[in-house]
């Protein structure tokens, strides 16, 4: 799947060898964040005192094995490590071209727009899928990658950890997991804003009657009111309110009739209703995925994507599906026609090449096969034949149904004409 888009790439720019090389250097940095990972999982363990205490001030590991050996060895693997990565932040800028915004939109607007103007907004308006722009989170994401892997080489590995978290990109079911909360984060962080208004309410009011149970011993602090909302956020989001702020003894009935309101409330608005809204919204947004991972995944084995036509029309009529989608209609070969027609001169064009390339500027797509192809030819023409015949059958009933009411009708009136007639005859005979 992956290498024919990096064929597309690799035909289109000039820079082939860093340009196909994208994936590989990628998959190196997660691989040697990986050995990292190992590498620290068995030779770390914690720093001691020259007396031989633990020394827990200090952030730099001690090593199981000789630390000369170890040191070398977490030198050449950081050189590696910084290798690789600057390849990857290389790569990313020459497939990607982040482009910087144009100060050119912001200038104001004119009362008369020449056509000149109008075809560079044309221009403007013209987008690649490759394109990405220099202030976005992906190019955000590079940068930190390089500046990581040099950190990481400067503070014993400690941030070639967050090469890791790089795997998403190339994971598909990682993506999608990850998508399930950035795609709607935006209401995600809105209804977690709207949740901290509930702590500072909750907050205040701890801060006002019960300040009195929070033990600066237990690490509950409520002198100040900060402290208060940082204690209530972090005891009543994990434990909740009744589990750390207990009811001192000899205190009346109303008191703990106060704190048992206060208690529920809590339990009811927070951990129940604004916890399962925010899960409610992650597993619906993750469904709606799966459902449209779903609909492409059908669409990919059921509908040939040049014609549209479904799968069962092919193994029903024509030579099978899979002879269709490889032969007949093979997606990579318009997407390499289209490429060959980018790389030919005008000049040199066919007439059917210079059609298609035509229709092409003027975004007119009317040149694909859609809803037609060879294979159900014959079963197009059966069916139109059939039609035919339909059709003459129909118009030969009707051309004898309305033949039948005119004798009918000549029938009628001459039955009535000859009535006339006798009756006419005998009045007449009457009269003589
Ligand atoms: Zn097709």
Redesign the pocket.
């Known amino acids: 799947m992956y290498i024919i888009p990096q064929l597309y790439i690799h035909v289109l720019c000039d820079d082939v060898v860093i340009v196909s090389f994208r994936y590989p250097f990628n998959m190196l940095m997660i691989i040697l964040s990986f050995i990292h990972l190992i590498i620290v999982m068995v030779t770390w363990k914690q720093p001691m005192t020259e007396d031989g205490k633990p020394n827990y001030a200090s952030a730099v590991p001690d090593y199981i094995f000789e630390k000369k050996i170890v040191l070398l060895v977490s030198l050449v693997f950081a050189i590696l490590h910084n290798i690789a990565t600057f390849c990857v932040f290389v790569s990313y800028f020459i497939t990607n071209h982040p482009t910087f915004p144009k100060f050119r939109t912001w200038r104001p607007k004119k009362f008369l727009i020449s056509y000149e103007d109008k075809d560079e907004k044309k221009e403007d308006e013209r987008k690649s899928n490759l394109e990405v722009k220099f202030f976005s989170i992906q190019t955000f994401w590079y940068i930190l990658l390089l500046v990581c892997s040099l950190l990481g080489s400067l503070f014993y590995g400690y941030f070639f950890s967050f090469h890791l978290l790089h795997m998403a990109q190339f994971n598909q079911l990682v993506k999608r997991a990850i998508q399930a909360v950035s795609k709607n984060g935006r209401s995600l962080l809105w209804v977690f804003f709207y949740g901290l208004f509930f702590f500072y309410i909750y907050a205040l009011i701890s801060f006002a009657f019960y300040r009195e149970i929070y033990s600066s011993n237990e690490g509950q602090y409520c002198t100040r009111m900060h402290e208060c909302f940082v204690t209530i956020f972090h005891r009543g989001l994990i434990i909740s309110l009744f589990e750390f702020l207990n009811v001192p003894e000899g205190k009346p009935f109303t008191y703990y009739l106060h704190k048992a309101l206060f208690d529920v409330s809590f339990f009811i608005i927070i951990t129940t209703i604004g916890l399962n809204i925010i899960f409610g919204i992650i597993v619906d947004t993750f469904s709606e995925l799966r459902d449209n991972k779903w609909q492409v995944d059908n669409d990919m084995h059921t509908m040939?994507?040049?014609?549209?036509?479904s799968s069962y029309d092919f193994e029903h009529e024509g030579d099978g599906f899979a002879k269709?989608?490889k032969e007949?209609?093979y997606l990579w070969s318009y997407l390499f026609f289209f490429i060959h027609l980018d790389e030919t001169r005008p000049n040199d064009y066919t007439a059917l090449e210079l059609y298609v390339s035509r229709l092409l500027e003027k975004e007119d797509y009317g040149f694909f096969?859609i809803n037609r192809?060879l294979s159900l030819q014959h079963e197009e023409d059966s069916s139109e034949i059939q039609l035919q015949m339909l059709m003459t059958q129909v118009s030969y009933l009707v051309n004898k149904m309305k033949y039948e009411e005119a004798l009918k009708e000549r029938e009628q009136e001459r039955r009535k004409q000859s009535e006339w007639e006798e009756k006419h005859r005998s009045s007449q005979k009457k009269i003589a």
């Open positions: 040939c994507f040049i014609c549209s036509r269709h989608v007949e209609h096969p192809a």
